[in-house]
């Protein structure tokens, strides 16, 4: 049993506890905020993939209408969780099933009152709410229950409801609209196990109780929230649960990752898999950046899935990972429409996905002295993005072999990701080679540099990758092969063969240090702290062309580490840890995804503590309420999932060195010193394989 528990009621941790008691199934993610709680609280309905944009702001994903509103009185009093005749307060999160709950009792004169609502997003079905309400007292007590779904919705860009519908009967509420732009009907349907009066007034229905004492009055409430041509299940609560406890427990038996030794360590990382697995996509929809906690970075996909959580679903739930490449196969053609915008040839995949369409905007940051938007070059200089999605791609294929994907799609995805890196580059006839200018690298302190390591070595694998596996899905399908061929610029291949062997690798200096970026070493050498006692507000935004870290070397995340961990083999183990040493002094740690990349370099180069410490800080971001909250004046809080996914990769493939040659697993353990031991299964392409790994040992 993992179950993670806060007593006592904080005002001030209301949107925090939001994200740190966030349940979800993959398609709808719900905050983990109370039942009388409404859009000032950031209550939200958050549903994966649908996106609506209004005039002249952001494009978002939608929260839904809320059916889980339930406030409770006893006479004028309302029992709530923030007034003053709380006597205990308690919420709690079961890791193992995704049922939240929340037990208050409050006192009404001599007599006492206890609410306890569980919830849970069905993992069976994903349109399906499920909530169940149990009110008892001491004394006889007259009480009110006033039930919704809420039609007031939290957002951060809205409105992107039109045409607003409420209606009620006996036994059900339902709220419907469509959205904005894309005029996508949305419903949310209610049913309630006792019979409600409906109210126009408000919205509501209210249910009388006579409570006598020491009798509990049940209410289980069944919601569906249908998106366009979702079909709804209607179930009782109790048949709702048991298909629901069923699917979790079928993941997590092949999720689970036990280790010895070390509570803390377990837990953070149970938390940790417990977020990837809200998350697990139902459909060919991917993992948005802050998951399904809300609206922030639009609710956009980035290299964030490809990079940090694919490996766990491909290890876990391949059908999953099969959904998130998917997506990205099925977006190829948004992929290449961007590169022709820009003047190149192959596929330039967003920055920030929205269904394929770029969200990112031309000022992604607004300047917290000015209030003026800030231009920012990410949607138009991150190219290593095209990069990180042919690698998941030939990440899976070689996992799975999955022939059928790579002729439905995979090949061509991977081909013209390469293609759009040649197309890119400039043949610099004085050095004769090819160069890769004017990028951003992960580091996003550094905005239009040339020859970031990250991005060249990046785009060199998957080149050479890519036109090796075009060589074998010749032979083995030449027909097949051919026709895809036939669709794709002419010579790509030949093409890609002759770039990469040209295309500039920046190599370690004479120290091991990998240069992240052409000028790199000239910039100021000043310490992160000694940055951060420059900033004149704490949320100023560090990079841009103003930024404090601009014209330092200090970086916001790992970038040239990043090569290593994508590319183990590449460098010899002195090299990363060279690197290791240099960069990691003058890394922020700005991004969610830094410490874990760290992490993993670190298990590599033998620093064990320091993996240690940044697989924790990693695995209990969202326990913690950690991560950045602004980016200037731009809201990016949330949870964190990459970083899940990070933690995951440390403890698997870091601490119990899981690697695959191909499909062929071995493991090479290198735990820390207080985790005595760990065993987890890992889905080879064919089979599940079990691993256990101790101290210096391996099985
Ligand atoms: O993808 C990341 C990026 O690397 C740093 N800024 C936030 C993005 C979303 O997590």
Redesign the pocket.
């Known amino acids: 049993m993992k179950i993670l528990t806060d007593s006592g009621f904080d005002n001030s941790k209301i949107v925090e506890f939001g994200n740190k008691y966030l349940t979800g199934n993959g398609y709808l993610g719900c905050r983990g905020t109370l039942d009388e709680f409404k859009k000032t609280e950031c209550v939200g309905i958050n549903v994966a993939g649908v996106y609506d944009g209004v005039a002249g702001k952001w494009r978002e994903n939608i929260n839904a209408f809320n059916p889980l509103y339930l406030a409770l009185f006893c006479g004028e009093s309302a029992l709530d969780a923030r007034g003053e005749n709380v006597l205990s307060h308690e919420v709690s999160l079961d890791l193992y099933s995704g049922i939240f709950t929340r037990k208050t009792v409050f006192g009404v004169g001599e007599a006492e009152v206890t609410l306890i609502s569980s919830r849970f997003l069905s993992s069976a079905h994903r349109t399906q709410i499920c909530s169940r309400t149990c009110i008892s007292a001491n004394a006889d007590l007259q009480l009110l229950l006033k039930v919704a779904v809420d039609p007031d919705v939290w957002e951060l860009n809205g409105p992107h409801y039109k045409g607003v519908n409420c209606e009620c009967g006996e036994n059900f509420m339902r709220v419907s609209a469509r959205t904005q732009e894309a005029d996508i009907p949305v419903s949310v349907e209610c049913r309630y196990s006792t019979p409600i009066n409906a109210v126009s007034s408000d919205f509501s229905g209210e249910i009388n109780l006579s409570l006598y004492a020491g009798e509990t009055f049940t209410l289980d409430r069944v919601a569906n929230v249908v998106v366009g041509g979702d079909s709804p299940v209607w179930q009782s609560y109790d048949e709702a649960l048991g298909e629901h406890l069923a699917a979790w427990r079928a993941m997590w038996d092949k999720c689970g990752v036990e280790t010895e030794g070390d509570e803390r360590a377990d837990f953070a990382l149970a938390y940790s898999i417990y977020h990837l697995l809200i998350l697990a996509p139902k459909g060919e929809y991917s993992i948005a950046?802050r998951g399904l906690s809300g609206q922030t970075?639009k609710g956009a996909v980035?290299?964030?899935t490809e990079i940090f959580m694919l490996p766990f679903y491909l290890a876990t739930l391949p059908e999953c990972a099969k959904n998130l490449v998917e997506y990205r196969i099925k977006t190829l053609p948004e992929a290449v429409k961007k590169a022709e915008h820009y003047g190149y040839g192959g596929a330039f995949y967003a920055w920030e996905s929205q269904n394929g369409a770029d969200a990112c905007t031309d000022f992604n940051v607004t300047d917290v002295f000015t209030h003026r938007p800030v231009r920012t070059y990410f949607k138009d200089k991150q190219v290593h993005i095209s990069a990180d999605v042919a690698y998941a791609v030939l990440l899976y294929y070689s996992r799975t072999g999955d022939d059928e994907l790579m002729l439905g799609g995979g090949l061509e995805t991977v081909l013209m990701c390469a293609e759009f890196g040649r197309t890119y580059s400039y043949y610099n006839h004085i050095k004769k080679r090819y160069e890769i200018l004017d990028v951003i690298g992960?580091d996003?302190y550094h905005e239009r540099v040339n020859n970031n390591a990250f991005t060249n070595y990046a785009f060199y694998k998957i080149a050479t990758e890519g036109v090796a596996c075009a060589e074998r899905l010749k032979n083995k399908f030449p027909r097949e092969y051919a026709a895809i061929i036939a669709r794709l610029p002419e010579n790509i291949v030949e093409n890609l063969r002759g770039w990469a062997e040209k295309l500039y690798l920046p190599a370690p200096n004479k120290d091991g240090v990998i240069e992240q970026f052409d000028g790199y070493f000239s910039l100021e050498d000043i310490s992160v702290d000694g940055v951060r006692a420059r900033l004149v507000n704490p949320r100023e935004y560090w990079g841009g062309s103003g930024g404090v870290a601009t014209a330092t070397r200090v970086i916001k995340?790992a970038d040239v580490i990043m090569i290593f961990n994508l590319f183990p083999d590449l460098f010899p183990l002195g090299i990363q840890r060279a690197n290791y040493e240099f960069y990691e002094k003058y890394t922020e740690h700005g991004?969610?995804?830094s410490r874990c990349s760290y992490a993993l370099t670190a298990c590599r180069t033998g620093k064990s503590a320091g993996a240690y410490a940044d697989f924790l800080s990693s695995a209990e971001i969202d326990l913690n309420g950690g991560g950045k909250q602004w980016a200037g004046e731009v809201y990016i809080g949330g949870t964190h999932p990459?970083a899940s996914g990070g933690a995951w990769l440390t403890a698997v493939t870091g601490f119990g060195g899981l690697s695959f040659e191909g499909s062929v697993p071995k493991v090479s353990p290198r735990l820390p010193e207080n985790i005595k031991g760990m065993r987890f299964k890992a889905y080879d392409g064919k089979n599940y394989r079990d691993f256990s790994v101790t101290q210096g040992e391996k099985k």
Do not use: I, V
Request: overall charge negative; hydrophobic content about 40%; aromatic content about 24%.
């Open positions: 950046a970075y980035f290299w964030d992960p996003e995340q991004s969610s995804l990459a």
